[in-house]
């Protein structure tokens, strides 16, 4: 059932990132299958910035807080590196969602997921820890002082890509 349930779940954030316009794919991180969106928007209210956010999904055997920290910079890196265009702080910015999925989740790593975004310079990311067997997604859903102005779009987005919070 926990096998089914995780690719059922990855396809069904295949598809909203799909509706949304991120023009999901699949590529292989080192032999492990991983989804990836992206899109880019342009806010007058962002001082004029542009910000490319990229979903970067892929299931695990178990997620301990060192799974999803290391997840997080990989993606992080992969963004930055990714995003083409002015680099990052020159009008233009980066924000991630690094989503992992499994039936087996050390609870202080859902935590640590919540607890509040990561942030590198022009670079934020809002990890997000899916338990398949509780039917429960854990992102970061605050207003943090840095990278506030972007808070409400990427709440939004996170509302609509993932599942929203169970039980």
């Known amino acids: 059932m926990s096998e089914e349930s995780i690719r059922n779940y ?3 954030v295949e598809g909203r990132l799909a509706a949304d316009g991120c023009g999901p794919r699949w590529e292989d991180w080192a032999g492990v299958p991983v989804l990836v969106g992206r899109r880019a928007d342009f806010r007058m209210r962002w001082a004029a910035t542009n910000l490319h956010l990229f979903t970067v999904a892929a299931a695990v055997p178990e997620i301990t807080v060192p799974v999803i920290d290391t997840f997080t910079t990989q993606v992080l890196a992969y963004a930055k590196k990714n995003k083409g265009g002015l680099p990052v ?14 039936d087996r989740i ?5 935590a640590w997921a ?5 942030n590198k310079f022009a670079c934020f990311a809002r990890p997000v820890v899916v338990d398949t067997t509780q039917g429960y997604v854990g992102p970061y859903r605050g207003k943090p002082a840095i990278g506030r102005a972007y808070a409400g779009h990427l709440i939004e987005k996170g509302a609509l890509y993932f599942q929203p919070r169970q039980g």
């Not at 702080?89 to 969602?97: H, I, P, Y």
């Not at 050390?106 to 859902?110: G, K, Y």
């Not at 919540?114 to 990561?118: A, I, N, S, T, V």
Request: charged share 20%; proline share 7%; glycine share 8%.
């Open 10 to 12: 990855l396809a069904s």
């Open 89 to 102: 702080g020159m009008q233009t910015g980066v924000a991630c969602f690094p989503l992992l999925v499994s």
């Open 106 to 110: 050390d609870p202080a790593a859902m």
């Open 114 to 118: 919540e607890e509040k975004q990561r």
